[in-house]
């Protein structure tokens, strides 16, 4: 079923998500769960999107992964990448932000060479 959805509505509620991502602390319980809910509610609106399968819908909403503010960039180029279909140009481009992070240090880099491989074994 295709729902009838705001895109500039849902990018704006999904940078208020990542806003609320970015500022967790781990130490608070309540933070964290707020957290989760933010990640969950990320999911919901990429899902939406998948339903609908519009591709002005999701050109649209990639617009995002120019927004490196709460890695909204990093957030988005994600879970395009996991439940979207994209174009080639837009799957680069998430890619390059993905590895730009993975090729630092951390745990945070090592986590998304695991993300990569995975990615590149699926594809």
Do not use: P
Not at 10 to 37: F, G, Q
Not at 72 to 86: C, F, G, P, S
Not at 104 to 120: C, R, V
């Amino acid at each position: 079923m295709i729902r009838e959805i705001n895109i500039d509505e849902l990018k704006t509620e999904y940078l208020n998500l990542t806003k609320i991502c970015a500022e967790i602390d781990y130490s608070d319980k309540k933070s964290v769960k707020r957290n989760n809910s933010a990640v969950t509610k990320m999911y919901k609106i990429v899902h939406l999107l998948s339903e609908n399968n519009n591709e002005t819908e999701i050109l649209n909403f990639s617009e995002l992964l120019n927004v490196e503010e709460n890695k909204t960039n990093l957030w988005v180029a994600t879970q395009i990448l996991e439940k979207l279909n994209v174009d080639k140009k837009t799957e680069q481009n998430a890619l390059k932000i993905i590895k730009k992070v993975a090729d630092g240090n951390g745990t945070q880099a090592m986590g998304f060479q695991i993300w990569l491989s995975e990615y590149k074994l699926k594809n």
